[in-house]
């Protein structure tokens, strides 16, 4: 009964995101506090192996194997009250009913999403503050780990390898999260707040093959996301599609593209109100193997002022390009006339690939001790 397919169960739309969900797994935890699940070997769990449902704090997820699971291996999912009043108190998630402080470290994931496409090794809606670091995720229909919604936030997830995901669907990251509508929560300073506060992802391995071309793919409404200090191969370098949105130290090798968007849809307002969480893009590195032009990023706009955000924003990047000829784009200009009139000061086009060992080297850098 409990490792049954369940896609043909009553599903329900946990927040904001793309995804529908079935409240079930092989594992059902809800109103709890400490559980641990360790050393466990999920396999061939036709549905989600393990829910965390509501009101769940500390959980603690290590040192297991998932493979082969019908749909996501791990899902945590919290209530508000969607039902009362006209669902005018669906945005509260003061009431404290949701996953708070998971942590999933050491785990092996592979195989994910036979039935259910919609579907990953973690999956978050209305959750907050969890951890994912250490775990190794490889075959999946879908994205490794999805944030549903912006709900509280304060979520860190570092130390991780992710490939080949997505290997069934595309327009999506090994890592994915949408943010569409508001919830409030006391996550981030105590008090009663719609703002989440910052995640952070760091020290990771990341691999866009497959359909999952965009890396860490803050879609929809994303906030508040501290991209730092991983390596990542091939796709787009960066998703720069809402705001606060921030991105530095990584390495983002045989890259396609570089940073979609601008400065962030949070400062398209009306004038003198559109400063809110600029976009921040710096001390990236990026290797572009094409012998064409680099599309590296959009023009990111102006402040009200009429300054260009480029010249605050984005800077000191570096961008390894495949020979002479070629230039690195910012919409239809050079970033040599981009730097002309003061915007991306200090980041560097060179017109020549580094050596297999110096890439490997410099990856060492950034994630030594960390993975390697």
């Not at 995720?137 to 944030?147: D, I």
């Not at 949408?178 to 989440?196: A, C, E, I, K, Y």
């Not at 866009?208 to 390596?231: C, E, I, M, P």
């Not at 050596?355 to 993975?371: E, G, H, M, V, W």
């Amino acid at each position: 009964r409990d490792t049954a397919p369940t896609y043909m169960k009553p599903h329900g739309v946990p927040s904001g995101g793309d995804w529908a969900l079935e409240r079930f797994g092989a594992l059902f935890f809800q109103n709890s506090e400490g559980i641990s699940v360790d050393a466990c070997k999920v396999w061939r769990a036709s549905g989600n192996g393990i829910m965390l449902s509501a009101y769940n704090q500390n959980a603690s997820i290590t040192n297991s194997e998932f493979a082969w699971m019908g749909g996501s291996a791990i899902a945590a999912w919290g209530y508000t009250d969607e039902i009362s009043d006209g669902g005018i108190h669906g945005v509260d998630g003061t009431t404290g009913d949701f996953p708070r402080y998971t942590l999933v470290e050491g785990n092996l994931f592979h195989e994910i999403g036979v039935w259910e496409k919609q579907s990953s090794a973690f999956f978050q809606a209305k959750t907050a503050q969890s951890v994912l670091q250490k775990n190794v995720v490889f075959n999946l229909g879908r994205a490794g780990f999805n944030f549903n919604d912006g709900f509280g936030g304060g979520d860190d997830v570092n130390s991780n390898v992710l490939f080949n995901t997505c290997r069934e669907s595309s327009d999506h990251g090994p890592i994915n999260s949408w943010d569409r509508q508001p919830f409030v929560t006391t996550v981030r300073n105590g008090t009663p707040s719609t703002l989440m506060e910052w995640r952070n992802v760091y020290h990771n391995f990341i691999v866009a093959n497959y359909g999952g071309g965009k890396q860490v793919d803050n879609d929809d409404g994303s906030l508040f996301w501290r991209v730092h200090d991983n390596t990542m191969l091939y796709g787009w370098c960066q998703k720069f599609k809402c705001g606060g949105i921030e991105s530095w130290n990584n390495y983002k090798a045989f890259v396609d593209i570089g940073g979609k968007f601008d400065a962030g849809c949070t400062t398209h307002g009306n004038p003198g109100d559109d400063t809110y969480a600029p976009n921040l893009w710096h001390d990236d590195v990026m290797v572009h193997l094409s012998h064409s032009d680099f599309a590296y990023r959009d023009d990111w706009g102006k402040t009200p002022s009429g300054v260009q955000w480029d010249t605050t924003q984005v800077y000191n990047n570096t961008i390894y390009l495949d020979g002479d000829g070629i230039s690195a784009k910012v919409g239809s200009e050079t970033l040599a006339q981009v730097q002309a009139r003061g915007g991306d000061k200090g980041t560097k086009q060179i017109n020549e690939i580094p050596s297999t060992d110096t890439i490997i080297s410099d990856i060492k850098a950034i994630l030594d001790p960390y993975l390697l």
